[in-house]
């Protein structure tokens, strides 16, 4: 309780001597970390802005700095390079952000629906999250390339599987699936948690007035745990993208440009070809685009997500 | 139970197992052919027994001449070290301060930093390089040790979980003469740990499996770390499969062992927090 709303035992001027001392401690407590937000999150914040509005190129060199408005801004949609990988960061996105989210969906279903060894399972599947991507990396790179034992094993069943990781249509999506792979797990066990508030009783009341299974489902699960839905839909959003260390462990960008999506982009922008202000420019359109993506999610969840 | 259901359960089990069993064939492949001879990892058909085991491969790892794997592993065992103990003591005292502090401005704040949430690590890759140099701590662990001390998702979970220790024991430390700083530390702390415990995890995940970070700002070899070491020697030694292997393994290692004893505080602290990563 704050001291000023007990009045009854001290009088307010004690108790706005109080409320300084706590005003002094609640500062000491918070500023040793709003210094370090500040010289980490904050200024870096502020000088990607300025960057993205002037002529830098190349990180410590600043001579020759002018002002250049909209121009950097102008380049990221002119450039047929960038715009191509802007494009591919959407196909990413439309391969991983389904797949993660109706996997989680249904993995979460099944475990919530009876299995043995409930929390075996959920580990089992938890387990490629904690990995490190790299070393993944390493071992899909084995797994996918020719003659390895499984794909060895798929053409002795009369398969003729294609190196998925080098080839320029499939490459993409491969690399998307792999993520999904890895970060499944996660949107399970929070689709989990989700499904275990929805009340018995409800489905229970439902069973008995004469409804499906699939009429259970649709009609009081998934909009039960349309909250959990929404939030794991923003949150995959913006996962694919960024997703920069899957691609580049996997296949930095190639074969020839077909992985090189945005994230990749603003990376080689900036530290092969030495475009600071055109780089930055490139990650606030990115940046743009996850808000405004998240901003319709937001005016859209009236019509689907149940507080 | 009618036997039906029964079935049906059964047949869930499996099936959910054959998923769990083929999404984790890539680490039993890695182990497995981390003990093979080089030839004997590509053989068809694939066992997964060895049929000569061998430490040959990570014998190469500590010997071979070109890449310092034990520097690499050192460095990112010290830096993931030094990140949790630094990050849990920031962030919780940070969280003691917005949790159990009345102050002025306090909301306005929280609110600055939960907005700053949202900010994509892209924006931030170029400026931050300024300031390390700056700072001179470019090239060197701290560039990735300090940035991720001001983790602000950590500062708002536990702040949740502060806040919903009850009011009424500090309040009795209080009478009892303790300022804030012993409260922090004899009362939240030690009430918060599993909270802090599944930081502690997640930590340690996050900062071991960087790839961005040391890729973007370490550039001397011999203060690399792990994750991008083993890109280097895995470009590097190409044909080397069984090599490859074993430096996946001992970099997979630790953390899927960490996950095996800890999957309460990982697997829970997700279910119940809704950690996003």
Redesign the interface.
Known sequence: ??KEKTPVFKTKEKASIA?KK?????????S???I??T???????V??IV?SFLNMKY??RLDNLKFVGLQNFIKVFTNKEIMASLIRTFQYSLVYVPLIMILGFV?AF??N?????K?A????????Y??????????????LGN????I??LR?MGFDPPLLLLNLKLALPTVAMISV?KGVG?NM??Y??ALQEVPAELLEAAQIDGATKWQRIRSIIIPMISP?TF?LVI?SI??S??N??CI??LTEGGPGQATTVM?VN??RT??TKYE?SL??AM??V??AL??IVTLIQWRGQKKWVNY | MTSKKKSLKIALTVFILLIGLVSNFPFLFMISSSFKVSGEVMKFPWHLIPENPTLMNFQALLTNGIYNFQKWYLNTVVMTALTIVIKIFFVSFTAYGFARIKFKGKDAIFLVLLSAMMIPSDIMILPRYMIFKNLHILDTMWSLILPSCVDVYFVFLLRQSFVSIPDSLSEAAKIDGCGHFRIYWQIIFPLAKPAIATMALFSFTWSWNDYMGPYLYISTMDKQMLSVGVKLFSSGLIQDYGSQMAAATAVLLPILIAFLFCQKFFIEGVASSGVKG
Do not use: D
């Not at chain 1, 706590?22 to 918070?30: D, K, M, P, Q, V």
């Not at chain 1, 629906?113 to 060894?117: A, T």
């Not at chain 1, 399972?121 to 490629?128: G, Q």
């Open positions: 309780m704050s409320q706590e005003n002094r401690y609640g500062w000491l407590f918070i040793p970390y709003l370090f937000f010289v980490f999150t904050g200024i870096p914040f000088i990607a960057m990180i410590t993995l099944m475990l629906n009876g299995v043995y060894m929390k399972m959920r580990s089992l599947v938890f387990m490629p904690v990995s490190n991507m790299v070393a993944v990396a390493v071992i899909f790179k084995v797994l003659n390895s034992p499984v060895v094993a002795n792979w996660l066990v929070v989990l948690g959990t939030f949150s913006i996962g993208f960024q920069f260390t580049q462990a994230s603003i990376v900036a530290f600071t780089a930055s990650a606030f990115m940046f996850v808000m």
